[in-house]
Structures are given as C-alpha cells and as structure tokens.
C-alpha cells in the first residue's frame, strides 16, 4: 500500500532532472544486454565450424552439424533463458532486484567461460558438454531481462524513461556487433597464421586442427563484459521503488536515492503504515480484472515477434547462403567460411539492427510505444510478403543486393518497433510488487516464439522451403500487429499512476 511518505520519495524520482547517474544504470544495466546478445547469437557464426570440425565423414562436401544437433545447440540456451525469466523474474519480486542481480551476473560469467571448455575430442560429448553449459548460460541471461527493464524503469524519471529502457535493450544492438567483431578478428588472426587451402582442394587440410580453438574463443569471450561490471552492479542501491513500495521503508528508499542522485528527500517515518487494499497477488481475480488482459497482451505479442525475430537473426547465414551471397561451402576453408559469415552478420548489424535500436531511444517518449510497436509490426509484415511472394525474383543472380536491403529493413523496423517495445511496456505498467514477475512472464512468452522460430525454421526449412517459412513468419508479425491494439500507452505517467498503486492510495486515504 503506498503512503503518502512513499509517494512523496517516488514523486521526487519522477521529477528528478536527468543526470550522471541514470546514465551510470544504463550502462551498468546494458552491459548485461551486451553480454546476453553476444552469448545467444554468437553461436550462429560457429555452429558450420562445429559441423566441419566434428562431423566429416570423408564426403564429398564439408561436414555439417545433424539436424537435431543444430537444434539441440541453437535452441537449448532458449530453455535456459525461458526457465531464468520465470525463476529470476519471481525471485526479483520476493528477495529484492539487486540481491539477485549479482546472481545472474556470476552465473554468466561462470557458464560462457565453461561453454568453451566443452569436454572431450569424441563429437558426443562436445556437442552435450556445449549444450549443458549453455543451458545454464541461459539460465543467468534469462534473469537479466526481468531485472534490468525493472531496475531501469524504477530509477528512471517519467519524461525520459521509455528512452532509458529502450537504452538498456539497445545494447543488444551492441552485443550482436561486437559478436561478429570478434568473429572476424579470431577467424582473420588464425587464418593468417595457419593458412589452409578450400575445401573443394584438399578437404582434409581445409579444416586446420587449430579451428578447434576458434570457436571455443569465440564463446568464452563474452566472459569479459559481464565480469567487468559485476562490481559495478553490487554497488548499485536496491531500487527506491522497492524499497518503499515492496519492502515498505520508505526512510531507506530516500536515504538511498539522496545519495546516487543528489537530491535531498525528507520523510518523516509513519509508524502505522496501512497494509491497504492493493495487496492482491498474481493468481487472484483482482489481479486478472486490473492487469489480466495487459499481461495477456504484453506476452502474446513478444511471442509472435520473437518467432520471426529469432528465426530471422539466428538463421541469416542460411539465408544469405541460399540467394548466393555467402559463397558455397565447398569453395571455401573452414575459417575462411567463418569470417565470411561474420562479415554478413556485421554489415546487417551495422545497417539496420544497430540503428533501429537507437531510433526507438530517440522516439519513444514523443510518440509512445503503442504507435512504434503498431508501425514495427506494420513494416515487418510488409517486407516479409514483399521478400516471400515474389521469391523467385531475389535469387535471380543480379537480384541478391536487393534481397538483403529488404531483409535488413525489416530488422530495422524490428528494432524500431516490438523488439524494443516489447520489453519496455511490461517494466512499466504493473504494479511494484509484481513488476519484475509480469516482466519475467511476458518475456518467457516470447522465449516460447524464439524456440518455435529457431526448431521450428530449421524443420520447416527442409520441408516447406524458405518461401513459405518467409509467409509463415510475415503472418505472425500480422497477428503481432492485431494484438498490439490490447497493449497499453505508458508514455509520460508514473509508474504509480500506470499500475493503479496511485489511486489506491488515494482511496485508502478518503477511508
């Protein structure tokens, strides 16, 4: 039940100029982003390399990953991170945000560091080794969401804090280019010490036995971000919301806020703080009559935009393989053909998903989430059908150039739209004491569509064909659209405001 000592030490944060601190949260916050992004979507530039160094079998083209081994080694992180929104998203709610903070951090760290010493030579027990660790990786990354989009929304003003939030998940922006980064710096460095012919020349020596180190590199490096702000995060205060609205001290809180954000708030410590009315949980009708219907929308439509998300970002080399913009496997030696792909994945992250990141931080809080959300869905759609229906065409030599501006376009409007927005409205629009919980749930909801799109691509793939699996995903994001119109506007309210806690008080208070 928020007080009218609370509401004072709350209201103070909303209208608290911008300054050095909310800064210092964006990165510390983003840095967990950076490290999520990099460690979900790094894998995509290794898996061919894991195929050919494990699984050659003296053919005639180069070794590839089994199907099922593919799935397995894309998708299990998904299992982690949908498992850690729900655990970590409930745990944020009971012990506080910044206890487990530190949790997921560590987690982290530990998981990428020993998802590159996968055990063993023998190709079963690098590839389940891998796979158990990285489960775990996604069980840290998974935690992360939750708590940062709620750690973010809790300090930030009114006026700027869809810009915060949006700044934190831009990261990911971040992530993704520093993956193909490193990608192309390893796989250039080896290459030019361990030069190796194609494949199709000699098969045996395309793939020097030192490749064997590439991709382990590659995995264990996104140690590094998240063990440089693990000290930074511990030093962080717990968040004033929950320490006044949760935890029910609302002295603390301002105690707090006065020192990282130089502003004095005086509380005098009411002794008969009311346990109000407002103290419904999650499983309770006034809980589905208030939020029921939010919480319905912000997981269904982070759902059908993760199923065209992921499929898209995670499978983009067969992609580009297919319309002939990565050269054939055969023409190629084993780290030639990893840079190749992590030149791509660059360029389309530098074009398109980097910027359309930082166009929601610029627009969010003047034309609100509801218009960027309904305009992303709009685009995708289009330039999905529009890269689907006259499928023929693109693979046309001469017609590949065209191909990837129209997919790049469509992460652009990802990006600036559902991506972004997705993970924004449900840091703001629930209760205190719920928060990081709904945030957790939407967020599992959407990891349940990555997993559809990464298992799902990869099946449908083989039996449909790319042109249909194009037709399929540009439905998804029609319906994404459709249900963007249950999804609340949250721009320029309080948080109090928003979630009711606001008018409950008022209520409690003419009692």
């Known amino acids: 039940m928020a007080n009218k000592e609370q509401l004072k030490v709350l209201n103070a944060l909303d209208v608290a100029k911008t300054q050095m601190y909310h800064f210092t949260a964006i990165v510390i916050a983003g840095m967990g982003f950076f490290t999520d992004s990099y460690d979900l979507f790094c894998i995509s530039l290794v898996t061919k390399l894991l195929g050919r160094i494990y699984y050659y079998d003296g053919g005639n083209s180069p070794g590839s990953l089994p199907q099922n081994v593919s799935a397995a080694i894309n998708g299990v992180a998904f299992c982690g991170t949908l498992a850690g929104q729900l655990f970590f998203g409930w745990l944020g709610d009971k012990m506080g945000r910044k206890r487990v903070y530190g949790m997921t951090l560590m987690l982290m760290v530990i998981a990428s560091l020993a998802s590159g010493l996968s055990l063993g030579k023998d190709p079963k027990a690098v590839v389940s080794t891998l796979c158990f660790f990285r489960f775990w990786l996604g069980f840290g990354i998974g935690g992360d969401y939750p708590l940062s989009a709620t750690i973010m929304s809790e300090y930030a003003n009114k006026k700027t804090r869809g810009a915060f939030i949006a700044a934190v998940f831009a990261m990911q922006g971040f992530g993704i280019l520093a993956g193909g980064a490193v990608g192309i710096i390893v ?104 939020h029921g219907l939010h919480l319905f929308a912000t997981a269904i439509t982070w759902f059908l935009l993760d199923i065209a ?163 399929l995903l540009g439905g998804a994001n029609f319906l994404g659209m459709l249900f963007t119109l249950l999804v609340p506007e949250s721009k320029g309210k309080s948080l109090e405001e928003i979630s009711g806690e606001a008018d409950e008080e008022a209520n409690t208070n003419r009692v």
């Open 309 to 471: 998300y992921y499929s898209q970002n995670l499978f983009q080399k067969d992609v580009f393989s297919a319309i002939g913009w990565i050269p054939e496997a055969k023409t190629m030696s084993a780290l030639e053909e990893v840079y190749k792909i992590a030149r791509a994945q660059t360029l389309i992250a530098l074009c398109s998903t980097v910027p359309g990141y930082w166009f929601t931080v610029a627009f969010i809080d003047r034309i609100g989430r509801f218009t960027i959300q309904l305009m992303g869905f709009f685009f995708m759609t289009v330039f999905m059908f529009a890269l689907a229906i006259p499928y023929h065409h693109w693979t046309l030599s001469g017609n590949q150039i065209g191909f990837v501006v129209m997919y790049s376009l469509t992460f652009f409007f990802a990006n600036f739209g559902p991506n972004a927005t997705t993970f924004v409205v449900p840091a703001e629009i629930f209760p205190a004491r719920l928060r990081s919980t709904c945030h957790g749930i939407s967020a599992a909801a959407g990891k349940v569509g990555a997993m559809v799109g990464a298992f799902g691509f990869l099946y449908a793939q083989n039996s449909i064909g790319l042109r249909m699996v194009l037709l």
């Open 187 to 290: 796989s250039s460095a080896f290459k030019a010490f361990f030069p190796a012919p194609a494949f199709h020349d000699n098969p045996i020596l395309s793939t020097v036995p030192q490749a064997d180190y590439v991709w382990r590199i590659v995995l264990m490096f996104g140690a590094i971000p998240a063990a440089l702000t693990y000290y930074w995060r511990m030093k962080m205060p717990e968040t004033a919301r929950y320490t006044a609205l949760v935890a029910k001290n609302a002295q603390q809180a301002a105690a707090d806020m006065s020192k990282v954000m130089q502003v004095v708030i005086e509380t005098e410590v009411d002794q008969n703080q009311r346990q109000g009315g407002n103290e419904f949980g999650l499983f309770t009708k006034s809980f589905v009559r208030r």
